[in-house]
C-alpha cells in the first residue's frame, strides 16, 4: 500500500486545514493514524482511527483535530481547526497497526511522505 498525504499548507492562527491521507490499496480493516514531526523534534501521535471505529487524540490537539476515514475511497482524513503554532511540523499518515498500540509509530506498515503544515502567529 503507497500512502500520500496532503492538504497541508500556511495558515494564521485560528485557521482551519483539512489533511488527505490517499492510499493506493484498501484500507478497510486497518488502523489509520496521523503523527507529526516538527524539527528537531521526535516524530510524535497526532490521531488515530481503529478499524473498528474506536479513536484516539494526542492530549495537545483533543478537542481540535478530528479523524476519519472512507473506506470507499481508501482515504483517511484530518480535519484540523483553531490551528496554533505549536502545530506547525511536518504531518505523516500512516496505515496497519500490527499491536495495540496506537501510539507507537514503530508499529505502522506504511507510511505516506508527510505534508507541511505551517502556522503564523
Known amino acids: 500500500v503507497q500512502l500520500q498525504a496532503s492538504g497541508g499548507g500556511l495558515v494564521q492562527t485560528g485557521g482551519s486545514l483539512r489533511l488527505s491521507c490517499a492510499a493506493s490499496?484498501?484500507?478497510?480493516?486497518?488502523?489509520v493514524a496521523w503523527f507529526r514531526q516538527a524539527p528537531g523534534k521526535e516524530r510524535e501521535f497526532v490521531a488515530g482511527?481503529?478499524?473498528?471505529?474506536?479513536?484516539d487524540y494526542a492530549d495537545s490537539v483533543k478537542g481540535r483535530f478530528a479523524i476519519s476515514r472512507d473506506n470507499t475511497k481508501n482515504t483517511g482524513y484530518l480535519q484540523m481547526t483553531s490551528l496554533l503554532p505549536v502545530d506547525t511540523a511536518v504531518y505523516l499518515c500512516?496505515?496497519?497497526?500490527?499491536?495495540?498500540?496506537?501510539?507507537?509509530?514503530?508499529?505502522?506498515?506504511?507510511w505516506g511522505q508527510g505534508t507541511q503544515v505551517t502556522v503564523s502567529s
Open positions: 500512516a496505515v496497519q497497526l500490527v499491536g495495540t498500540d496506537i501510539r507507537n509509530p514503530s508499529l505502522y506498515g506504511y
Open positions: 490499496g484498501r484500507i478497510r480493516g486497518y488502523t
Open positions: 482511527l481503529g478499524w473498528g471505529g474506536n479513536t
